[in-house]
C-alpha cells in the first residue's frame, strides 16, 4: 500500500468521488489513500449487518488463534503499529486537505486496561475508517498469496518455536488478526476524517463472520477494544502492558500514553544521535517498516543526518536476506516523510536500483508536504538525497568490509548480485562499486570470494591484466580448458559467474590501472619472449592439422589456430577480441529479448600444439589432408571443445562418432 498523496486539492470533487468509490474495491485501499468518500460509503442509519469474513480470512483467523500462538504478546505491537500508520496518515491529510474533520487533541495513543472487565483498549485519534474501509481492511485480506504462504510456513515456525511463527503475521497485513490470539470478542470503535463519515462499531468474535452497525464515536480515529480471553488476563496489567511497549513500541513517534504515564519514548529514531539508538531500537524500527519481514533484525544500519545542501534523516537498514519481492516492481521500499510527517510509504526515488535491498526512513525539512507522486519523480531535492544517500551507503558498506568481513559476506551473498548492477549504471560511483565486488577464483575455495584490490595484490610478478572468465557456475568453469596455461603459471582467474557479470564487465575496461581481460577471448599473451618462440615453431610443425580441420569445419568456425592457452586439453574454442563471447550469448538467447534475431558470432578453434592428437593429426593431414578419417577427428576436436564447455548441440550424434572412431581403434587393435 502506498501514501502518496490522495488529493492535493481541498475541495474533493465528483471525480474524486467517483474515483475513490472504484478504489474501494482494490485491496490496495488505505486511509490516507481515500477508497471512498464518507458521503458516498456511510448509511448512517443502517442496523447492525452480520458479513461473512471473506473465506481467507477465516482460514488465516484459524491458522493465526491455533498455530501460531507462541509468543502471544506481540499482538499489542501490531495494533500500536497500525495506530501509528493511522497517527501518520492524519497527520497528512490535515496538511493536504481543507475538508478533512479536524483530529481533536495531540496525536497520540491510549492504552487503558480494565482489570475487572478484562479488557484491553487501545484508541488512536488517526485517520479512522469509513464503513466501507472497514469492511475492505477487516474483513478481507489485502495481500494475494498470504494464506499460502501462512500455510506452508506456520506448521515448520510453530516448530522452532523461536518466535518466528509470530513474526509471519506482520509481514502479511494480518496483524490485526493477532488480537483474536487474545480476544474472544473484539469490538472496533472508528470513525474516518473525511468528509461527512459516520462513526461505525465493528465486532467480532472471531469465528466466520463481523457485525457492522452504527457507532458513537465523537471524533475521528480508532479505539479497539479486547475482550481477553481467560488465559490472556496478564494483559491487563500496566506493568506488563509497560513491558511490552518498551520492548517492541518504544520506537513509535508518538505517545503511547497508559495511566498517567508516556511508556515509550516517543521520539523519530531517525533524528537521534547514532549513539543514542540501540541495537533492540533499531531492531523494532526495523520490524515496523518491513512489516516484520521474516522477523529478522536487520544486518546492518546506515544512519544518516546531512544538513546541506539539502536537510534529510535517513536512517536505512539492509535486511539479513534478500526479501522475496526484491526483484518485483512494487517491492516495499523507504518510507518517504517530509517534516516527521510521513507522506509515501514507499517511494522509489530515495536510492537508486541497485540499493534496492534498503528499507527504512528518510525525512527532510527541506520537502514540501503537498508534494504529489508526479511532482516528485522530478523533484531536484529528492535526487540530491538519493545522491547523499548512495554516497553513504557505499561509503559505509566499505567500511563494513574493512571491519567485519565476514558480515561482508554475508552481504554479498545475498545482495552482490544486485549491487553489482550499480557498475554497469552508475558512472559516477562506478570505481567505489567495484571495489565493494567480489569474486570467487581459480585460487578461492568454492564460496569464498576475493576482491579486485586483492587480486591486484596477489598478482605474481610480470602478470599485468585481471583474468576473468565467465560462465554458468563455479563447476562448469572451473575444469575449462580455457585456464590450462593460467594455471601453470599460477595466475589466478576471477570466475564471473551470474549473468549480471557479463554487463558488469562490459562496463568495466579497467580496475585500478589493469586491464581486464578474458581468458575466453582473443589470444593469450603471457608474455615471456622465450615462450613465444617455442610456439611458434610448434604452431608451424602442426601447420597441415590446421589447415585440415578448418577445411572440414568450414564456415562453423573462424579460424583454426595453435593455442597458446592449452597444456592439457586438444582443443578449445574462443571468442575473437571484441565478440560478445559465447556465455554473454547464451545468456541474451535464454533471456530471449528478440528471438530469433540473436546471431550466433562464430568461433576460433584453437588447437594445441604439444598434443599427440594434434600432433599425430598434422602428420596423417600431411599425407591425406581431406580424407574421411581427417574430417572426422576434426569433428571430435570441435566437439570435444563444445562438451569441456557442457554445450553439445547434438549429442545422440556425438555418441554415435565416437562409436565410429572407437570401431577403427579396437579394430585396430585386435588386427596384429
Ligand atoms: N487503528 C487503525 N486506524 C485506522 N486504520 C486501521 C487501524 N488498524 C488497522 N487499520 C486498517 O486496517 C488495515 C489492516 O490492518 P492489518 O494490521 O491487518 O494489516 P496492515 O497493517 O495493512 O499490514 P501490516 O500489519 O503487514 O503492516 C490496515 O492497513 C489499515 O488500513
Known sequence: MSTENPNPTPEATPADAAASASAAATPEATPANPPAEAAAAATPEAPAVELPF?????QVLALVINSLYTNQEVFLRELISNASDALDKARFLALTRKDVTEQQGEPGIT??????????????????????????????????????????????????????????IGQFGVGFYAAFMVASRVDVHTRSMLPG?????????????????????????TRIVLHLKEDAAEYTKP????????????????????????????????????SQVTEEQHAELYHHVTSGFLGEKPLHHVHIAIDAPVQFYALLYIPEKAPPDMFQKDRQGIRLYAKRVLIMEDCDKLAPLYLRFLRGVVDSEDLSLNVSREILQENRTLSQIEQQITRQVLKSLKELAESDPEKYQAFWKEFGKVLKEGVTIDW???????????????????????SLRQYIEAMPEGQKEIYYITG???????????????????????????????WVVKSMDEFDKHRLKSVTHGDVDLGEEAEDEKKKDEAEAIESALKAVKEALGDRVKEVRASRRLTDSASCLVSAEGDPGANFERILK??????????????????????????????????????ERVKQWAEL????????????????????????????????????
Not at 563447476?475 to 570466475?495: C, I, M, N, Q, T
Not at 530471449?592 to 599427440?612: F, M, T, V, W, Y
Open 637 to 672: 576436436l570441435h566437439d570435444q571443445a563444445l562438451l569441456a564447455e557442457g554445450v553439445v548441440e547434438d549429442p545422440a550424434k556425438l555418441v554415435a562418432k565416437i562409436q565410429d572412431l572407437l570401431t577403427q581403434v579396437s579394430s585396430a587393435a585386435v588386427t596384429p
Open 239 to 274: 506493568w506488563r502492558i509497560k513491558d511490552i511497549i518498551r520492548k517492541y513500541s518504544d520506537f513509535v513517534h508518538f505517545p503511547i500514553k497508559l495511566g498517567d504515564e508516556i511508556a515509550n519514548r516517543s521520539k523519530a529514531l531517525w533524528t537521534l544521535p547514532k
Open 54 to 58: 471473506q473465506a481467507e480470512v477465516q
Open 197 to 221: 463519515a459516520e462513526p461505525v462499531l465493528w465486532r467480532s468474535s472471531g469465528a466466520g463472520t463481523f457485525s457492522l452497525s452504527t457507532g458513537d464515536r465523537e471524533h475521528p480515529g
Open 111 to 168: 492504552i487503558t486496561l480494565d482489570e475487572t472487565a478484562r479488557t484491553l483498549t487501545i484508541d488512536d485519534n488517526g485517520v479512522g475508517m469509513t464503513r466501507d474501509e472497514v469492511v475492505q481492511n477487516l474483513g478481507t485480506i489485502a495481500k494475494s498469496g498470504t494464506l499460502e504462504f501462512l500455510k506452508a510456513n506456520a506448521e515448520a515456525a510453530k516448530k522452532k518455536e523461536d518466535g518466528s511463527a509470530l513474526q509471519l
Open 590 to 627: 535464454m533471456m530471449d529479448q528478440a528471438p530469433g534475431a540473436l546471431k550466433e558470432s562464430k568461433r576460433i578453434l584453437e588447437l594445441n600444439p604439444a598434443h599427440p592428437i594434434v600432433k599425430n593429426l598434422s602428420k596423417v593431414a600431411e599425407r591425406e589432408p581431406s580424407s
Open 472 to 502: 554458468l557456475g563455479r563447476a562448469a568453469v572451473e575444469r575449462s580448458p580455457h585456464l590450462e596455461a593460467f594455471r601453470k603459471r599460477g595466475y589466478d582467474v576471477l570466475f564471473l559467474t551470474e549473468p549480471v557479470d557479463e
Open 428 to 450: 559516477k560511483n562506478k570505481d567505489q562499486i567495484a571495489e565493494l565486488c567480489r569474486f570467487e577464483s581459480l585460487k578461492t575455495e568454492a564460496g569464498k570470494v576475493i
